[in-house]
T-cell receptor, first 113, second 112 residues
Framework: KNQVEQSPQSLIILEGKNCTLQCNYTVSPFSNLRWYKQDTGRGPVSLTIMTFSENTKSNGRYTATLDADTKQSSLHITASQLSDSASYIC????????????FGTGTRLTIIP | SQTIHQWPATLVQPVGSPLSLECTVEGTSNPNLYWYRQAAGRGLQLLFYSVGIGQISSEVPQNLSASRPQDRQFILSSKKLLLSDSGFYLCARSLSGSGEQFFGPGTRLTVL
C-alpha cells in the first residue's frame, strides 16, 4: 500500500529560526514529489515539485531535497517568518497519467514572535 | 489567470439532507478535475476525478457522487448526508500530463 509519512506532526519555532520537515514514502512506481503549504481553512498551495532526477529545488526561503534511493524528502525553511505558520503537506505521485496522489498528514508549523 | 472557485465556502447541514457542492474553473480548457476530502488530522483523500465532460472515476465507495455537466464545472452531491461526511472538501485541477495539481479554496461541511 502506498504511504507517505511526515515528521514531526507539529513544530513550534521562534521567528527567524530555521527548521526542517521530513517526509518518507513507500510509493511505487515513483513519478514526482510535491510539497504544499496549507493555511488554516484554505486550499493547499504548491511550493515545489521534484521528479526522480532532481535532488534539490528551491522556492525563495523554502528548499526541498529528494533522495529517491532512500525514498526520503525534506523541506527546509530558512529565516522563518510569522506567515510561515501553516501545515506543510508532502505528496507523492505514482501515476503520472491520472495524477493519483498519496498525501501525507502534514506537519503543523507554528512560528512564534 | 487560472482560478478555481468553490461554492459555498461553509455549510452546515442536518443528517439525511441532500448536498450539492460546486467547483468551477476559469482560464483553462479540458482540465482534469478532482474532489478531495480532508478530515481533521488526516491526509487528503481523493473522492472522484474527471478527465472530461461526463467522465467520472470514483476512488472511494460511499454515499457521495460527482458529475461534470460542463468542461469547467465539477459538482459533488449526496442524496442523504451522514455524520461522517463532515470535513473540508477541496476541488483541484490539473492539465493533462502536467504533473501539477492546483487547489481551490475549499468548502467546510459540518453535518449535525
Amino acid at each position: 500500500k502506498n504511504q507517505v509519512e511526515q515528521s514531526p506532526q507539529s513544530l513550534i519555532i521562534l521567528e527567524g529560526k530555521n527548521c526542517t520537515l521530513q517526509c518518507n514514502y513507500t510509493v511505487s512506481p515513483f513519478s514526482n514529489l510535491r510539497w504544499y503549504k496549507q493555511d488554516t481553512g484554505r486550499g493547499p498551495v504548491s511550493l515545489t515539485i521534484m521528479t526522480f532526477s532532481e535532488n534539490t529545488k528551491s522556492n525563495g526561503r523554502y528548499t526541498a531535497t529528494l533522495d529517491a534511493d532512500t525514498k526520503q524528502s525534506s523541506l527546509h525553511i530558512t529565516a522563518s517568518q510569522l506567515s510561515d505558520s501553516a501545515s506543510y503537506i508532502c505528496v507523492v505521485s505514482d501515476d503520472f497519467g491520472n495524477e493519483k496522489l498519496t498525501f501525507g498528514t502534514g506537519t503543523r508549523l507554528t512560528i512564534i514572535p | 489567470s487560472q482560478t478555481i472557485h468553490q461554492w459555498p465556502a461553509t455549510l452546515v447541514q442536518p443528517v439525511g439532507s441532500p448536498l450539492s457542492l460546486e467547483c468551477t474553473v476559469e482560464g483553462t480548457s479540458n482540465p482534469n478535475l478532482y474532489w478531495y476530502r480532508q478530515a481533521a488530522g488526516r491526509g487528503l483523500q481523493l473522492l472522484f476525478y474527471s478527465v472530461g465532460i461526463g467522465q467520472i472515476s470514483s476512488e472511494v465507495p460511499q454515499n457521495l457522487s460527482a458529475s461534470r455537466p460542463q468542461d469547467r464545472q465539477f459538482i459533488l452531491s449526496s442524496k442523504k448526508l451522514l455524520l461522517s461526511d463532515s470535513g473540508f472538501y477541496l476541488c483541484a485541477r490539473s492539465l493533462s500530463g502536467s504533473g501539477e495539481q492546483f487547489f481551490g479554496p475549499g468548502t467546510r461541511l459540518t453535518v449535525l
